[in-house]
């Protein structure tokens, strides 16, 4: 086929130049980022699968869970296009053209998982000439890449750089539409072929015009079909995601540009049927997510058991923001199935119509950063003088962290109130998806929240308006987060469902009051709702009358346990006397059509605003809520089991907020929006830096006048007034340091758990939990078998050297050194350990003791073959500091941390170790800037701090592998005879460890050592003052330093 096809000039006029221009090798650059990711993904979402990413990427780093979430989908998409492809009959020669291919290793993929469809399909991978050649050198120079390849050439010439019978590397520069014609005529017979072109994030760089005319160049191919993945703009460039994103790749010099041509699905489809495409689709990701035909329930459930995730409204951001679209320029194979639950979501029909929600949007912007927080709660704070309750939003998570404090934000009317006093001595620790529900004067009950997505909170608190105090109160039977509470009118709280870790979602409901603590409300029939972040509603609103029976709303929206947002309707009516309270949950199927594809979100605020039930923000199915929708009303009907959703009419500002992690507040005649933000994908993360009030209007369309102001509460923009914070999570105490009961006991050690696994990401799992474990069944090597006396003399020699501890007693003493450290020939140690003296080898790098950590292949080459860590522990092997071999008499370790953690392999003997986590620290008197303690830990600690302490213990026989914590105390001694181990230290921080050498692996934090630094120079300041007033001063800084200690 002949094509006529003009070069497309660069910028400036001239030809395209064989050198990359700055921007191009911006563009190459955002390969660098894109592999490293994709190789995260990899490592954890594919143990069973062969690794290619690995030979692209040298250094591994573990993403975020959302970054991997978001790559694997990425990934996913695409591999479902190709594989289709693949497996599809066409009579015809396929060819797989990967566009702008990175170092992304498509071919390779295909045939480990496709061996049988990849068989005969020609793979082409295309991108700049300068990209291409190092891709080159990195197949060329791995066997396991080049080794499948069938008559491999390297050319030196020409735009092919990379020729064999089923791959070709080519380095071309898409926009040379010249060069493709000619490369593709002149290597295949393209009207016996069918040509299936990739492009995943690749000709979103180019102009325009460019990137039209190769995807019009493609379409007219004889046979072609295209899959391009990229980003999208579904509600704008306003939009606060695509603001940080399109931000972000203008940072990095590589701006999108068709993304401003085509900004929705819709356009994309368009712009391909405008190329002469004969057919096209598309989906955004978050729609694709959701669908049926591209991934099942049990496919969605099992991301969840690989690393814990929560941040589902970010998810479905940076989803809604990519777009799969799949375009022949004859006819698509199959026809798109349609998903109901997202054909009920689709956006775009005819809008539902308004309401007489009237008003206006006005925002507040705060001053240094102050009132930014996502994920938190809202609740009333009592203002002085008589005037209106201020409002304030606990906790959630804050620029660095997550926090125990309170914004409180107030109305211009209510400037002069004074805040709260400045601090809460007792207060619950920090959390985040919490729930805060107002039971009237008595103020707002705390349930739950959570730290980490497997971490979840059974603690409940009450808060007073009144004294401003936080008082602890009954725990939740089961901790959760992302749960559902509802204020019942009579002090009690409804509270159902929710997560109690990242893999289970409850679905029990529970009723709390005063009197009686939680109840579990028993369902009267079989059906009943398992979602998380699902709304609690109602049209009797928390004044419910107190001698009603029965009190009866709406649970609408959640996520269910496969990750889909609900489209389910279920009512529900508590009976509340009889002594055994019970509810009715009946399900009214999908709440579908025009009026209520709004309905149904995840993370949304439910709020009682001027008489009417508003909805606010969150995510919804399949698509981004538009702007006009965020915030909705609803005609609710508990009798007729209907709610019909209403668009309102509120007059925005100019600042979009990100309705994401928001916390809502309202007051007669105004509506508060507090916090919010999102980490924006890999792009940045926006934070709504004020607040936004929504004013109401009365009913000719105006603002309330001064006078109403008065009689209805505020009408006015609210604003940050201040943070009240606290100063521990504690009770004051009187010492720094607990002081242990007289004749106080020590506690019974917990027994360490034994675990089986099969997999690193089951090792992965246990290093993010950072409590102790030990592994059995693993393959660590002969040496359980061959490591006896007479072996490791035979192969190690009599005559080498070594230097070992010499003890005097049972237990050493690293503290008051009981030892003395003597150089022995192997023979005589291994002799004299036979018999039974106390000697312990702890081996050094072989030539460098001073210089190098120790290495047991490197310093005991003749038995190093014998010992390997398991393929199950390869994070280990990857992250290594160094390997020192143990082998000790009957002698006791001394108690000690270790800054890196490490895996203890028991090779010969048994051994017990009693271990205390870090928090321990305290017990032991460790001197300041040691890591070692000459407390006896085997010893009677009756009477003593250490009394107070939390054993852990451990009995390890060969075979058994110890997974030991940075920082967790341990303390080992031998059971029987000779003890032959081995451990691991491997680095598990990016960052942090102390500068220059650190053989032993147990060196301080640089942060620490720089600290102790600072307390010097601090108490220096205090040297001329009296020595009381010195004491004084320097107690009450050691006091705060305590109480950050135990409230971080």
């Known amino acids: 086929m002949s094509i006529c096809i003009k070069s497309h000039p660069m910028k400036g006029g001239g030809r395209l130049r064989p050198k990359a221009s700055k921007q191009d090798d911006s563009i190459m650059g955002t390969n660098n980022s894109s592999i490293v990711s994709k190789r995260s993904v990899e490592r954890l979402y594919y143990p069973n699968e062969p690794h290619f990413f690995r030979y692209f990427?040298?250094?591994?780093?573990?993403?975020?869970?959302?970054?991997?979430?978001?790559?694997?989908?990425?990934?996913?998409?695409?591999?479902?296009?190709?594989?289709?492809?693949?497996?599809?009959?066409?009579?015809?020669?396929?060819?797989?053209?990967?566009?702008?291919?990175?170092?992304?290793?498509?071919?390779?993929?295909?045939?480990?998982?496709?061996?049988?469809?990849?068989?005969?399909?020609?793979?082409?991978?295309?991108d700049y000439r300068d990209l291409i050649l190092r891709k080159r050198d990195m197949v060329q120079q791995t066997s396991e890449l080049n080794g499948v390849l069938k008559n491999v050439e390297y050319p030196e010439d020409g735009d092919i750089l990379l020729r064999s019978e089923q791959y070709l590397q080519v380095g071309c520069d898409l926009r040379d539409l010249t060069k493709l014609e000619k490369f593709f005529s002149s290597e295949f017979d393209l009207s016996s072929s069918v040509v299936f072109c990739t492009a995943e994030v690749s000709i979103a760089y180019m102009d325009v015009e460019t990137s039209d005319a190769l995807i019009k160049w493609i379409g007219s191919l004889p046979y072609s079909l295209f899959c391009l993945l990229e980003q999208l703009l579904p509600n704008g460039p306003r939009h606060p995601f695509g603001k940080t994103m399109l931000a972000h790749f203008d940072k990095l010099q590589t701006p999108l540009r068709p993304v401003l041509a085509y900004p929705t699905t819709q356009d994309q489809v368009n712009r391909f049927k405008k190329a002469g495409w004969a057919d096209a689709r598309a989906r955004n990701l978050w729609e694709l997510w959701g669908s049926s035909d591209f991934l099942s329930s049990k496919e969605r459930i099992h991301l969840d058991e690989v690393e814990p995730f929560d941040e589902w409204e970010e998810f479905a951001l940076f989803g809604c923001h990519y777009t799969l679209l799949e375009a022949s320029n004859v006819h698509l194979p199959t026809t798109q199935p349609q998903n109901t639950e997202i054909a009920a979501a689709s956006v775009g029909k005819t809008d539902p119509e308004p309401v007489s929600v009237k008003g206006e949007m006005e925002y507040t912007e705060s001053s240094k950063l102050n009132g930014i927080r996502r994920f938190g709660a809202s609740l009333s704070v009592k203002g002085d003088n008589g005037c209106p309750d201020l409002k304030g939003n606990f906790g959630g998570m804050g620029l660095n962290n997550r926090l125990g404090s309170i914004d409180v934000f107030a109305s211009a009317s209510q400037g002069g109130s004074s805040p709260p006093g400045p601090t809460l001595r007792i207060k619950p620790e920090t959390r985040m998806c919490h729930t805060l529900t107002e039971i009237g004067d008595c103020g707002s009950l705390l349930v739950g929240g959570r730290s980490s997505p497997d971490k979840a909170f059974a603690d409940c608190w009450l808060y007073s308006k009144l004294s401003h105090t936080w008082e602890r109160v009954d725990d939740i039977p089961v901790g959760r987060y992302r749960h559902s509470a509802f204020a019942l009118g009579d002090g009690s709280v409804l509270v159902t469902g929710g997560k109690k870790d990242s893999n289970t979602v409850l679905s029990d409901t529970l009723i709390w009051n005063r009197k009686t603590g939680w109840k579990e409300?028993?369902?009267?029939?079989?059906?009943?709702?398992?979602?998380?972040?699902?709304?609690?509603?109602?049209?009797?609103?928390?004044?419910?009358?107190?001698?009603?029976?029965?009190?009866?709303?709406?649970?609408?929206?959640?996520?269910?346990?496969?990750?889909?947002?609900?489209?389910?309707?279920?009512?529900?009516?508590?009976?509340?006397?009889?002594?055994?309270?019970?509810?009715?949950?009946?399900?009214?199927?999908?709440?579908?059509?025009?009026?209520?594809?709004?309905?149904?979100?995840?993370?949304?605020?439910?709020?009682?605003?001027?008489?009417?039930?508003?909805?606010?923000?969150?995510?919804?199915?399949?698509?981004?809520?538009?702007?006009?929708?965020?915030?909705?009303?609803?005609?609710?009907?508990?009798?007729?089991?209907?709610?019909?959703?209403?668009?309102?009419?509120?007059?925005?500002?100019?600042?979009?907020?990100?309705?994401?992690?928001?916390?809502?507040?309202?007051?007669?005649?105004?509506?508060?929006?507090?916090?919010?933000?999102?980490?924006?994908?890999?792009?940045?993360?926006?934070?709504?830096?004020?607040?936004?009030?929504?004013?109401?209007?009365?009913?000719?369309?105006?603002?309330?006048?001064?006078?109403?102001?008065?009689?209805?509460?505020?009408?006015?923009?609210?604003?940050?007034?201040?943070?009240?914070?606290?100063?521990?999570?504690?009770?004051?105490k009187v010492s720094l340091r607990p002081s242990p009961l007289e004749n106080q006991k020590p506690r019974e050690p917990i027994i360490i758990a034994r675990k089986k696994i099969s997999s690193w990401t089951d090792f992965v799992a246990i290093l993010s939990s950072a409590e102790p474990v030990i592994l059995e069944g693993l393959d660590m090597g002969s040496c359980t078998d061959l490591w006896t006396n007479s072996y490791l003399l035979d192969r190690i020699g009599q005559h080498r050297d070594v230097t070992v501890h010499q003890a005097i007693e049972d237990r050493m003493d690293f503290v008051s050194k009981n030892f003395q450290y003597v150089t022995k020939d192997?023979?005589?140690?291994?002799?004299?350990?036979?018999?039974?003296?106390?000697?312990?080898?702890?081996?050094?790098?072989i030539g460098k003791p001073l210089e190098l950590p120790a290495d047991i292949s490197r310093d005991f080459p003749e038995i190093a073959g014998d010992f390997h860590l398991p393929r199950e522990l390869v994070v280990v092997e990857e992250n290594q500091h160094s390997s020192p071999l143990r082998i000790s008499g009957p002698v006791t370790m001394w108690l000690h941390y270790d800054v890196m953690s490490n895996v203890l392999c028991q090779i010969r003997g048994q051994k017990r170790l009693l271990l205390f986590p870090p928090g321990d620290v305290e017990y032991f008197g460790f001197a300041p800037g040691a890591s070692s303690s000459s407390v006896d830990a085997f010893g009677d600690l009756t009477g003593t701090k250490a009394a107070a302490s939390h054993p852990h213990e451990a009995n390890m026989k060969p075979g058994d592998i110890l997974f030991l914590p940075s920082l967790w105390l341990h303390t080992a001694k031998p059971l029987d005879g000779v003890?032959?181990?081995?451990?691991?230290?491997?680095?598990?921080?990016?960052?942090?460890?102390?500068?220059?050498?650190?053989?032993?692996?147990?060196?301080?934090?640089?942060?620490?050592?720089?600290?102790?630094?600072?307390?010097?120079?601090?108490?220096?300041?205090?040297?001329?003052?009296?020595?009381?007033?010195?004491?004084?001063?320097?107690?009450?800084?050691?006091?705060?330093?305590?109480?950050?200690?135990?409230?971080?």
Not at 73 to 82: E, G, Y
Not at 650 to 674: D, F, K, Q, W, Y
Not at 826 to 845: C, P, V
Request: with cysteine; glycine share 10%; net charge positive.
């Open 521 to 732: 409300c028993l369902p009267d029939q079989d059906g009943k709702p398992q979602v998380f972040g699902a709304l609690m509603i109602s049209d009797v609103i928390s004044t419910t009358s107190t001698t009603s029976t029965t009190t009866s709303g709406f649970l609408v929206g959640g996520m269910l346990t496969d990750g889909r947002v609900s489209t389910d309707l279920w009512s529900w009516e508590l009976q509340k006397y009889p002594r055994e309270r019970s509810i009715r949950w009946s399900c009214h199927g999908k709440a579908a059509g025009v009026e209520n594809q709004y309905l149904h979100r995840f993370g949304a605020c439910w709020a009682n605003y001027d008489g009417k039930s508003l909805v606010v923000g969150g995510i919804m199915p399949g698509n981004l809520i538009p702007e006009h929708a965020e915030t909705v009303a609803l005609d609710i009907e508990s009798d007729a089991g209907r709610i019909r959703t209403n668009l309102t009419n509120i007059e925005r500002c100019n600042t979009r907020p990100l309705l994401i992690g928001h916390s809502v507040a309202t007051s007669s005649r105004s509506m508060l929006i507090m916090g919010g933000g999102a980490v924006c994908f890999s792009f940045g993360t926006f934070w709504n830096k004020g607040c936004y009030t929504i004013l109401s209007a009365d009913e000719d369309g105006g603002n309330l006048q001064e006078s109403d102001k008065q009689v209805t509460g505020s009408s006015e923009p609210w604003s940050y007034l201040n943070t009240v914070d606290s100063e521990s999570s504690h009770p004051p």
């Open 826 to 845: 192997f023979g005589s140690f291994i002799e004299s350990i036979g018999k039974g003296e106390k000697l312990y080898l702890r081996s050094l790098a």
């Open 57 to 126: 990427v040298k250094k591994p780093q573990r993403r975020a869970p959302l970054i991997n979430r978001g790559y694997w989908l990425r990934m996913k998409a695409i591999d479902h296009v190709v594989s289709q492809f693949l497996k599809e009959t066409t009579g015809k020669r396929k060819i797989v053209v990967n566009l702008g291919c990175g170092y992304d290793p498509l071919p390779w993929q295909s045939w480990a998982r496709y061996p049988e469809a990849s068989r005969d399909v020609t793979f082409v991978d295309i």
């Open 979 to 1048: 003890s032959v181990s081995a451990n691991v230290f491997f680095r598990g921080l990016q960052h942090g460890y102390a500068a220059g050498k650190d053989i032993y692996g147990n060196r301080d934090l640089q942060a620490y050592e720089k600290g102790r630094q600072d307390i010097s120079k601090l108490s220096k300041t205090f040297e001329n003052l009296p020595p009381d007033t010195r004491k004084f001063y320097l107690l009450r800084l050691a006091d705060e330093l305590d109480q950050k200690a135990r409230s971080s």
